[in-house]
Nanobody, 123 residues
Framework: QVQLVESGGGLVQAGGSLRLSCAAS????????MGWFRQAPGKEREFVAAISQAGFTIKYADPLKGRFTVSRDNAKNTMYLQMNNLKPEDTAVYYC????????????????WGQGTQVTVSS
């Protein structure tokens, strides 16, 4: 059982930074692949980044690599997404997700989801 709660979203101007957090509860966190996804109005939910159980394997959506950094602290049951040089195109609801046992970039392969946190980037 895993429950996820995102925080850290808000309004930021282009070029600014935000750090999102995903707080998890449940005994399975340390053996779960964790991922970030985002969904803009009228668009499909898209992959942002994922990190393996011990943090040794990380995957990013190619257009975001270099601006976004995902990390996790299993002792704190928390995953983070550092977002730098934000652009208006990054505006979306950002979701935290957990997948027991493997990395995937597909939303349908994830088992648990948070409620999402809104990120709005102004021009």
């Amino acid at each position: 059982q895993v429950q996820l709660v995102e925080s850290g979203g808000g309004l930021v101007q282009a070029g600014g930074s935000l750090r999102l957090s995903c707080a998890a509860s449940g005994r399975t966190f340390s053996r779960s692949t964790m991922g970030w996804f985002r969904q803009a109005p009228g668009k499909e939910r898209e992959f942002v980044a994922a990190i393996s159980q011990a943090g040794f394997t990380i995957k990013y959506a190619d257009p975001l690599k270099g601006r976004f950094t995902v990390s996790r602290d299993n002792a704190k049951n928390t995953m983070y997404l550092q977002m730098n040089n934000l652009k208006p195109e990054d505006t979306a609801v950002y979701y935290c997700a957990a997948n027991i046992g493997f990395i995937s970039s597909r939303p349908d392969e994830y088992d648990y989801w948070g409620q999402g946190t809104q990120v709005t980037v102004s021009s």
